[in-house]
């Protein structure tokens, strides 16, 4: 079991805004700055399109947001396209013991 | 540009011990800040953080395998080496490297090896 909570599916059709939760604790989540969201195509390794909570890598497109509420993180994916059809996962700085965490993993289909 | 690879066995007994190499290009290592990092994927599964180590060798483990891993830098061959031991069919997985961006957020990654527990 993961340390992080995600629902395994969220669905939108195109064009639409989605978000995905990611629910932790007071020692993650809810403790530090550093939740990150990853993207994944089957296949293929993750890749980064949240850091920090809120920041974006160069070359993500400005769909994808982040933010935080307290012990529980949400991603943002606005005007859904069919190539955001992929797994999602969560991550979160737990401290210098157990470092880090990762969700269970959602997956988004787009409609 | 930076890339990162893992080399390494996919198959492997139960048992028997494992040792990934992950070797990188365009960062070096030795650089204040850096930090490259093993993160493992079993089939069908979630991503699993595994262990990291910083340009100044200090290293962090996951607590649940800490008695199992090992990760060293071979800084002139710009490698970075993960080794497990008592290898478990549930230890079955996709292995990535990663290049650490800040803190705890992977920016680069390798392609990933899959390695297969199985006698």
């Known amino acids: 079991q993961s340390a992080l909570t995600q629902p395994p599916s969220a669905s939108g059709s195109p064009g639409q805004s989605v978000a995905i939760s990611c629910t932790g604790t007071?020692?993650?989540?809810?403790?530090?700055?550093?939740v990150s969201w990853y993207q994944q195509h089957p296949g293929k390794a993750p890749r980064l399109i949240i850091y920090?909570?809120?920041k974006r890598p160069s070359g993500v497109p400005d769909r994808f947001s982040g933010s935080k509420s307290g012990n529980t993180a949400s991603l943002t994916v606005s005007g859904l396209q069919a190539e955001d059809e992929a797994d999602y996962y969560c991550?979160?700085?737990?401290?210098?013991?157990?470092?880090?965490?990762f969700g269970g993993g959602t997956k988004l289909t787009v409609l | 540009q930076i890339t990162l690879k893992e080399s390494g066995p996919t198959l492997v007994k139960p048992t028997q011990n494992l040792t990934l190499t992950c070797t990188f290009s365009?960062?070096?290592?030795?650089?204040?800040?850096?930090?490259v990092g093993w993160i493992r994927q079993p089939p069908g599964k979630a991503l699993e953080w595994l262990a990291l180590i910083y340009w100044d060798d200090d290293v962090r483990y996951t607590p649940s395998l800490k008695s199992r891993l090992t990760i060293t830098k071979d800084t002139s061959k710009n490698q970075v080496v993960l080794a497990m031991t008592n290898m478990d069919p549930v230890d079955t997985a996709t292995y990535y490297c990663?290049?650490?961006?800040?803190?705890?957020?992977?920016?680069?990654w390798g392609q990933g090896n899959l390695v297969t527990v199985s006698s």
């Open positions: 991550s979160s700085y737990a401290g210098s013991t157990n470092f880090e965490v």
């Open positions: 990663a290049h650490r961006l800040t803190a705890t957020s992977w920016l680069y």
């Open positions: 007071s020692s993650d989540v809810g403790g530090y700055k550093y």
């Open positions: 365009g960062f070096s290592l030795t650089s204040s800040g850096v930090g």
């Open positions: 920090e909570v809120t």
